[in-house]
């Protein structure tokens, strides 16, 4: 083997072929530094003297279905310079790694397209050095990410497990890159965030989120000059509740029998838009009867039907409007519960109107969540919790394709 070849082939510089020895299916090669090539690893003099030599081993890209190890003496010098005695740098491998570089880029585009267990077997290496190759290469892209340039943020929390565990995520809407991930829920999670936030200096215009008053309370904090948009997804999903509860209230305080019937199966009709209806399920026909039979249920539904239409106003005058008519008819009502939601509304109105300023979602942001799921599913969990931060630090970089 040619000095040109393990650099071509290997991406091993600067070390002279020995030796090729074949062990069980794999094929070793046999390297060697010359003298001329020892440096001090401390101030790269080349003023040294040998003193002994540690053997090592290393993975190396494999040559067909042949694993390939390369093996090399790996002289420690004393340096007259420093005056210290220290292993010489290798080069083409990382410090405390058993894998060459070469190795370990070959690994990462395998795995763009493979499962860690798929490459580790297809490598013929144990999983959990994939999983260190994985790990290794997203704390160095990740390690850092550039704030300086967010305006626009999204906010929201994900259960991840069973236990009541939670993890904070933040996404840059521009770019659909997640730029921060927390533990827990709540405004002691985002706090490392605002910290690496206002070292980086970034101009916050606006961020989206739901209303929670953990999350209002820290962002009016930390960015007084941002714009709180109000998740209009989250609204409508508030009020779904409101109703679902006024339903199951009528259901339970209902005397005649044949209008439990008629309620009875009605929760997802009351919730699903209509233009979703099934008309060969007569669902339309369904619901018509149960809103006929009750009114205070049909009150409700029109009210749900009409707040959808807040967000397709022209601009933020007549959303503004268009909102104080929307509770004035709610409080009228006298219905408990639509009279405690256009509280509500009308105590968040600045949030919800802002949109018109910023036409802003965090439905991004669940599109990133369910990604984190599948991920999740798909690995049947991780049991090493920062290795999960990580790849959802670069889910945006996933890309996927239709079979078919």
């Not at 219905?335 to 009308?346: K, M, P």
């Amino acid at each position: 083997m040619s000095t040109s070849l393990l650099y071509h082939g290997f991406g091993v510089r600067g070390y002279q072929y020995v030796s090729t020895d074949y062990v069980g299916g794999e094929i070793w090669f046999g390297i060697e530094q010359p003298r001329e090539g020892l440096r001090c690893p401390l101030c790269d003099s080349a003023e040294v003297s040998r003193r002994g030599e540690v053997w090592r081993t290393f993975r190396t890209l494999p040559l067909g279905s042949k694993r390939v190890t390369l093996t090399l003496p790996v002289a420690r010098v004393e340096c007259a310079v420093c005056d210290v005695v220290r292993q010489v740098a290798i080069p083409f491998a990382d410090s405390r790694r058993t894998y060459t570089k070469s190795f370990a880029r070959y690994a990462l585009e395998l795995s763009r397209h493979m499962t860690i267990q798929d490459v580790a077997e297809h490598l013929g290496v144990g999983w959990d050095l994939i999983k260190d190759i994985q790990k290794t290469d997203l704390q160095r892209r990740f390690k850092k990410i550039p704030l300086k340039k967010l305006r626009q943020l999204a906010i929201d929390e994900i259960s991840i497990g069973k236990q009541s565990r939670y993890l904070t995520v933040v996404l840059d809407l521009k770019s659909g890159a997640v730029v921060f991930v927390g533990e827990g829920k709540g405004s002691q999670a985002l706090e490392p965030f605002w910290k690496r936030l206002r070292c980086a200096r970034a101009k916050i215009q606006a961020v989206a989120m739901d209303m929670s008053p953990a999350y209002i309370k820290a962002v009016s904090e930390h960015l007084p000059k941002a714009q709180i948009v109000f998740d209009h997804f989250h609204i409508i999903k508030l009020f779904n509740e409101k109703l679902s509860d006024l339903r199951r209230e009528l259901f339970r305080e209902a005397q005649d029998q044949h209008l439990k019937d008629v309620l009875k199966g009605t929760r997802w009709l009351l919730l699903m838009n209509p233009e979703h209806l099934d008309p060969d399920r007569d669902e339309q026909q369904r619901l018509d009867k149960a809103l006929k039979l009750n009114a205070p249920l049909a009150t409700a539904y029109y009210l749900k039907e009409d707040l959808r239409q807040l967000w397709q106003q022209p601009n933020w005058r007549t959303a503004r409007k268009f909102l104080t008519s929307w509770c004035k008819r709610a409080m009228a009502s006298g219905i408990g519960i639509l009279q405690q939601f256009a509280r509500t509304l009308q105590k968040h109105a600045q949030g919800i109107l802002n949109y018109f300023k910023f036409p802003i979602s965090t439905g991004p942001l669940e599109g990133t969540n369910n990604k984190i799921r599948t991920m999740q599913r798909q690995a049947y969990g991780f049991r090493d919790h920062e290795f999960f931060k990580l790849k959802i630090y670069a889910l945006h970089e996933t890309r996927y394709a239709l079979v078919g």
